[in-house]
């Protein structure tokens, strides 16, 4: 039943709303986190950006990608509290929700991949107490998945991989996915990225520069100074076209990453590695649409964690 589904779209929007400001929260002030929130429900929950709406959480082209992230930010958020509190029950949440993910889209299940990963790294080099019952975790996940994936496989044979797991041939071509991860159009491309890191940087920095050339004698006028550049460049970037201001994620991913895991790997800060993870399970939701970056089509149920890693970066 159709009203069935548009109240589990709400219901996985909402939680989802929820997971990433609880995430951005373990980094940063609540007005960011709240931003971020508040980001993801404008330009993801209830986006319409194609002729037949079916690429937001609400109602999604289909669940398994809602569901997917859904399982992922938690697993996500789980694994950020356990690092920084220890305890048990939020590891196995953590990867009770990875097998979730496993169950549903392959975009959702490479990030968690990731920062399990990263998570294991930080384990055996820091916190080698806890490794017993990770490793306990992580087998029964994997026998739980491969318990579901053998039963479908009893059933469908070989047509589980050509025609569910990896559908090459359902959606046509090669050009349809260099279209969405922006190949199609390399020079456009550079340009459309060019412009959106540029007006990003133009509404970031003239503010921090204005406040930081002026004397002391007049700080108290830069600020204000600054903050209403700060606002005039906000409304401007505003108005850029959804289809080329948000270009500059993935590189804003990028450096997050490459900064927290050069802290994280030089000493054991639990909040050091807490932002690598971040970084890299942001970075890892963006493959399929990494040059043509915005909540279109593949990128509403993509951008979620993205949009949390970019309030903490910010």
């Avoid at 469908?156 to 041939?169: H, K, Q, S, V």
């Avoid at 460049?233 to 270009?247: D, I, M, V």
């Amino acid at each position: 039943n159709a009203d069935v589904l548009l109240v589990a779209g709400w219901v996985s929007a909402a939680v989802a709303a929820a997971l990433i400001y609880r995430i951005a929260r373990l980094f940063t002030h609540r007005l960011a986190s709240t931003c971020a929130a508040i980001a993801f429900l404008y330009l993801c929950a209830f986006g319409h950006y194609a002729t037949n709406d079916i690429f937001n959480w609400v109602f999604p082209y289909t669940y398994a990608a809602t569901y997917g992230m859904l399982c992922a930010l938690a697993s996500l958020f789980f694994l950020l509290k356990h690092v920084l509190r220890g305890g048990r029950r939020c590891l196995w949440l953590a990867v009770l929700c990875l097998a979730g993910a496993s169950l549903c889209k392959l975009e959702a299940l490479l990030p968690c991949l990731a920062v399990h990963g990263l998570f294991i790294v930080y384990a055996a080099r820091f916190r080698r107490e806890v490794w017993k019952g990770a490793a306990l975790a992580y087998g029964l996940a994997l026998l739980l998945v491969a318990g579901v994936y053998g039963y479908f496989w009893s059933t469908t044979g070989p047509a589980l991989l050509a025609e569910n797991i990896f559908p090459t041939g359902s959606v046509g071509a090669e050009a349809y996915h260099r279209h969405y991860l922006g190949l199609d159009e390399p020079l456009l491309t550079l340009k459309l990225i060019g412009w959106s890191c540029a007006a990003l940087l133009a509404m970031l920095l003239i503010p921090v520069l204005l406040s930081s050339l002026l004397d002391a004698s007049k700080r108290d006028h830069a600020r204000f100074a600054a903050a209403g550049l700060f606002l005039a460049g906000t409304a401007l970037y505003a108005r850029l076209p959804l289809e080329f201001s948000l270009r500059f994620v993935p590189f804003a991913c990028a450096l997050g990453c490459v900064l927290a895991g050069w802290r994280a790997w030089r000493g054991s800060a639990p909040q050091a590695w807490m932002r690598a993870m971040l970084f890299l399970f942001a970075l890892a939701c963006l493959p399929r649409i990494v040059f043509q970056t915005w909540a279109h089509h593949f990128g509403f149920f993509l951008l979620a964690a993205p949009l949390a890693a970019l309030a903490v970066l910010l």
